[in-house]
């Protein structure tokens, strides 16, 4: 039986990309995009199957992966890639553009996680990547909402890496720099014009592929134009004075 891999936001951009390079490889992709057409094109291009869902609901991510189940009767690789940028102005503040943005960026992969666990544990294991930024480890003061769910995204892929990795699990995340799609479609003149090299999609599916594969728990991988993806270290964490040990849980 073949590998296969779930991916969210799969109509373009990096999901797209994901898609053919995993395909290529030999994987059944199922494909999940609010862009249905955009989704079906693409199932058709690399022989997998698709779903029109908006992630940000609990729903989507269980009809997701229940499509994984009936179809192939397993689950191996998730890349949960579905985001947007926020538009929120934190000077005029808009509640529905606010909570349409932690929807996609943060609840969509609370959700796929969840979603995803039982039927990756029932089929021996596997991987699950999120798509992050390098917003997600720095301040990127352009869009601060974006930025927030960005790090969001990191903080729970490192705090569920032990757990899953009992189960046989193994999640991490990518961590791109500005890349050529559709998310930055608007802003692409002004990089150009600016000397600025941008990712390609098919960059960071090729970073997201190898953090399927990554040995240690919770890995990030920073993905920059004309370098290897390079996985982050935190530095760490003053403890407290007179080195005093925190209490065994």
Not at 62 to 68: E, F, H
Not at 165 to 174: L, Q, S
């Amino acid at each position: 039986m073949s590998t296969v891999a779930l991916i969210t936001g799969a109509a373009s951009g990096i999901g797209a990309a994901v898609a053919r390079r995993l395909s290529t490889g030999g994987a059944t992709c199922v494909l999940v995009d609010l862009d249905g057409d955009g989704a079906e094109r693409m199932a058709k291009e690399v022989g997998g199957t698709w779903l029109q869902a908006d992630v940000s609901t609990e729903e989507a991510s269980q009809r997701a992966v229940d499509l994984c189940a009936q179809q192939y009767g397993r689950l191996d690789l998730v890349h949960l890639n579905a985001g947007i940028s926020s538009g929120v102005n934190m000077d005029a503040f808009d509640l529905e553009t606010y909570r349409r943005a932690v929807g996609v960026n943060i609840d969509g992969v609370v959700f796929g996680i969840t979603a995803a666990r039982p039927l990756l544990r029932r089929s021996g294991g596997g991987a699950i990547v999120a798509t992050s930024s390098l917003a997600g480890l720095v301040a990127y003061d352009g869009d601060p909402i974006y930025t927030m769910t960005k790090h969001a995204v990191v903080g729970l892929v490192r705090a569920m890496a032990v757990p899953l990795a009992k189960e046989k699990i193994r999640i991490g995340a990518v961590c791109p720099g500005f890349t050529d799609t559709p998310l930055v479609a608007g802003a692409r003149e002004m990089f150009v014009n600016a000397g600025f090299p941008l990712l390609s999609a098919a960059d960071v599916a090729a970073a997201v592929e190898s953090a399927f594969y990554a040995e240690e728990p919770g890995t990030l991988l920073v993905v920059q134009p004309g370098r290897q993806p390079v996985p982050y270290r935190y530095a760490g964490v003053p403890g407290p004075a007179g080195g005093q040990r925190p209490p065994s849980p």
